[in-house]
């Protein structure tokens, strides 16, 4: 058979991988199957010119299979023949049959109402390189000369899970990024060398970027704009800056890696029940202005309905007016955490499984961290009497989980303010924070409006996830390192 694509050959392939599951193993295996057709298509740009482009069909076919009562394995494949998924099912078994046997196995998911999410774009699904290449050009030509790179993308997700328990679902995203720089040159350092505060292989760049569920909302030129803008504004006189504790405002890129930061540690369900998350439930642990949601039936969202166990997805409160109230998690930790509080209220449950949740703990589909009354970048910044305005943070890494402290560098612009002004760059700064207390009470601003961001470049579900998140003005920022002392 070819290489299955459309709804009813992925429901097929599901299908044939359980009765398979049902004649090798008998009628006592749990299983749940899950075929993934996954259209990756990207143009990538440098030297303001298109210098690729590719397109990628996959699909993936995974099953996770549990016998003797919580034996259990997991394989996948990307073939799917008759023989290969014969194959693929008795790898499973055999995997399981030398299992240790695994007293927290969740059983499965069985049937239930079906999730009804935003579903795919046809523009977006069959849009062509002449469409992302439309896109590059937008972006390229609002930076007014200056040098770009970057990349834009289109997503088709489709998947069918189905288990023995009775579960069978089917559902489609799409997904558009654009995702760019534009580099100008940089003035000379103090001391002469290129570069703020002598760094010489600093370079002046900004950053343009979202993601849309629809190529045709993707504004790409107001992003080519945005990033010209910032890499003009470090062509600026470089500042001196003294490491230290500062506030700071953090632009939606940056605030979209303390979001995922908090959620793949903070309020992951496994970290609960390990005991490495520092979450106090219930409490008022962050500002009154913070509310954190996982929403992956929005109209807008670029999420399946469903997670990766079949489990549906809906709108879950993880923080309200700074207070936590629940943790995302998959079926294994939704049953170890029913088994740790005893005699505490239930956590909801939330559709957070992906393929690497076993190892890693389960998070949130479709976070919106909701906008408040900050007003405008500008705004946040005149209420800064010295301070530092953030666009972009990479390399972060988690340092410390119970504090959720993290490590990394700031990038793609960082200006010191003064009395409300932005006067000048002081290059990559290194810091090293808590998020959770960058963003306790009395110490975070929120403004007013929430831009969609790209969470990763990245095939199956992942791929297509976008966070919501506004600019934040935090009260302090820890910087640690590369600043003029």
């Known amino acids: 058979m070819s290489a299955p694509g459309t709804d009813e050959q992925l429901d097929a392939v599901v299908e044939r991988v359980l009765d398979e599951v049902r004649r090798q193993g008998g009628g006592a295996v749990e299983a749940t199957a899950r075929a993934d057709h996954h259209r990756l298509a990207l143009t990538r740009f440098a030297g303001s010119g298109i210098h690729q482009n590719t397109e990628d069909d996959r699909t993936t ?20 023949t008759t023989t290969a998924l014969a194959d693929l099912v008795s790898t499973a078994l055999a995997a399981a049959r030398l299992s240790p ?6 059983g ?28 590059v050009a937008a972006f390229v030509e609002a930076a007014g000369g200056l040098e770009t790179a970057g990349y834009a993308q289109t997503t088709l997700l489709t998947s069918a899970v189905a288990d023995t328990a009775g579960l069978h679902a089917r559902a489609a995203s799409t997904g558009a990024v654009v995702d760019g720089i534009a580099r ?90 390990e005991g490495t998350s520092g979450v106090r439930l219930g409490e008022q642990q962050l500002d009154p202005a913070l509310t954190l949601v996982d929403d992956p039936l929005h109209p807008s969202s670029t999420a399946l309905p469903f997670d990766t166990e079949g489990t549906p997805g809906r709108l879950t409160e993880l923080v309200r007016d700074g207070v936590p109230r629940a943790v995302t998690t998959d079926r294994r930790t939704v ?9 505490l209220p239930a956590l909801p449950t939330t559709a957070g499984a992906h393929d690497a949740s076993d190892t890693w ?31 972009d943070l990479w390399y972060t890494r988690l340092a410390e989980a119970r504090r959720s402290v993290w490590t990394g560098l700031t990038r793609n612009g960082t200006f010191l303010v003064r009395d409300g002004e932005v006067v000048g760059p002081v290059g990559v700064l290194r810091f090293t924070q808590s998020y959770l207390e960058a963003l306790a009470p009395g110490a975070v601003a929120v403004g007013s409006g929430a831009e969609a961001l790209p969470r990763a470049l990245t095939f199956g579900a992942a791929g297509t996830a976008r966070v919501v998140v506004p600019a934040l003005r935090l009260a302090r920022w820890n910087i640690t390192g590369g600043a003029a002392t």
């Open 61 to 80: 076919v995974h099953l996770r299979v549990a016998l003797d009562g919580g034996r259990s394995a997991s394989v996948s494949t990307t073939r799917t």
């Open 101 to 106: 046997r695994d007293a927290a196995w969740p």
């Open 108 to 135: 499965l998911t069985g049937p239930g109402p079906a999730a009804s999410g935003a579903g795919p774009d046809d523009a977006t699904a069959a849009a062509g390189p002449a469409e992302r290449a439309a896109l």
């Open 184 to 273: 100008a040159l940089p003035a000379s350092g103090l001391d002469g060398s290129p570069g703020p505060s002598g760094d010489a292989s600093f370079r002046a760049d900004g950053v343009g970027r979202a993601v849309s569920r629809s190529l045709a909302d993707l504004d790409a030129a107001a992003l080519g704009a945005r990033a010209a803008r910032r890499a003009r504004a470090q062509a600026a006189p470089a500042q001196p800056l003294r490491r230290g504790e500062l506030p700071v405002v953090l632009e939606p890129s940056a605030v979209l890696d303390v979001v995922a930061g908090l959620l793949s540690s903070t309020f992951s369900g496994r970290g609960l029940v």
């Open 335 to 343: 049953a170890a955490l029913a088994a740790t509080r005893s005699g």
């Open 361 to 391: 703990g389960p998070v949130a589909q479709a976070p919106v961290l909701s906008p408040g009354g900050g007003g405008s970048v500008d705004d946040l910044v005149a209420g800064l009497e010295h301070g530092l305005l953030v666009c």
